[in-house]
């Protein structure tokens, strides 16, 4: 009689890898069929995303300028006090060496006195606060003592707001690299966008560009003066920087970024203004109607006040918008921000 034997049976874990390899493989052929292409975004997508990006990148940009003006208040602040330590130092050991020869001779002639022995052994401090023994000094020996001890508490609060500084120092530094990544990394996704065009499609962004900035050009003609002569002088030093490229954090004069420019032009008049958008906000007289504008009043755009730049009349400003453009003339229309406001300084 033939045998039967029962098949084989599979093993559980070759079950389990054959049902997910299945699985695996319908829903691969099921996202085959029902995904979409990747769409191409067009040219003017792209150019709106690369606004917004450089936008915000300029933002950055102007909180990176912040950061970088008042690390170098805070290492001048730090450098001064360091000095007046040194000095103070300096007058700290004169003082006590002239008490020294004056102990030095009372203990040759053996009139030293225990006051003074005491001094030599301990801080004046804790000897002046022993108020029974003062009358064992002579007058010109308590002057001497008091010398030494305000030059030491003077020294001592020099020391502490160093230290205080410094800390405040390594912080901003810190910032300042936070907001350096910031910047890039905007700029590396605009780019990243402008890179996914074709030549053809960049060239007609470059000549929309071009044509803007000629049609400002034209429309500044035969604009009102300035408020003075000195914001006139600040106008036209800006006005001689006309294409010069946009670089982030730069204040010229080969480069700028848009507050960099305006503080620079009103240093060329003798006109010193604070480094940041914000920060040259807070200053002058502020104009609220665009009507009463002057040309080389400084003008504020978006809620922030990330954007800065100089009237130029006709309802035109002359400024460093941002990455990839140059100085020039733009309708306050086109900015991409609301006008907040102007100042006159």
Excluded at 41 to 60: Q, T
Excluded at 69 to 80: A, D, P, V
Excluded at 268 to 296: C, F, H, M, W
Aim: proline share 3%; aromatic share 6%; with cysteine.
């Amino acid at each position: 009689m033939a045998s039967h034997r029962r098949p084989k049976q599979p093993s559980r874990t070759r079950v389990t890898v054959l049902t997910t390899a299945a699985a695996a493989a319908v829903a691969l052929s099921g996202n085959a069929a029902n995904a979409a292409p990747s769409e191409k975004l067009s040219k003017n997508e792209v150019k709106a995303k690369v606004d917004k990006l450089y936008e915000e990148a300029e933002k950055a940009t102007e909180e990176y300028d912040g950061a970088k003006e008042k690390q170098q208040k805070l290492q001048k602040e730090i450098s001064t006090i360091q000095d007046n330590v040194a000095r103070g130092q300096e007058q700290l050991n004169e003082l006590r060496d002239s008490i020294g020869l004056a102990a030095a001779a009372q203990y040759r002639t053996g009139s030293i006195d225990s006051s003074v022995q005491l001094f030599l052994s301990s801080s004046p401090d804790d000897y002046l606060d022993k108020a029974s023994t003062m009358d064992q000094l002579s007058a010109q020996q308590v002057a001497a003592l008091k010398k030494v001890q305000e030059k030491q508490r003077e020294l001592a609060q020099e020391r502490a707001e160093a230290s205080e500084k410094l800390k405040d120092l390594a912080t901003t530094r810190t910032e300042l690299g936070k907001k350096k990544k910031e910047v890039q990394a905007k700029l590396a996704a605009a780019q990243k966008l402008l890179n996914s065009l074709t030549a053809k499609e960049k060239a007609a962004l470059a000549a929309d560009e071009a044509r803007a900035s000629r049609d400002s050009s034209r429309q500044v003609l035969g604009s009102s003066s300035a408020s003075s002569s000195r914001v006139a002088a600040a106008y036209a030093a800006a006005q001689s920087k006309l294409g010069t490229p946009y670089v982030y954090g730069a204040s010229g004069p080969s480069s700028f970024d848009c507050s960099g420019l305006t503080s620079w032009a009103y240093a060329q008049a003798g006109i010193s203004i604070p480094r940041t958008s914000e920060a040259q906000a807070n200053i002058g007289t502020r104009i609220y109607s665009q009507s009463d504008l002057k040309v080389g009043d400084l003008v504020f755009f978006f809620n922030d006040l990330h954007h800065v730049g100089l009237y130029a009349g006709n309802g035109q400003i002359l400024h460093a918008p941002r990455t990839g453009t140059v100085v020039r003339y733009e309708s306050m229309s086109t900015i991409g921000g609301p006008f907040m406001f102007g100042v006159r300084v």
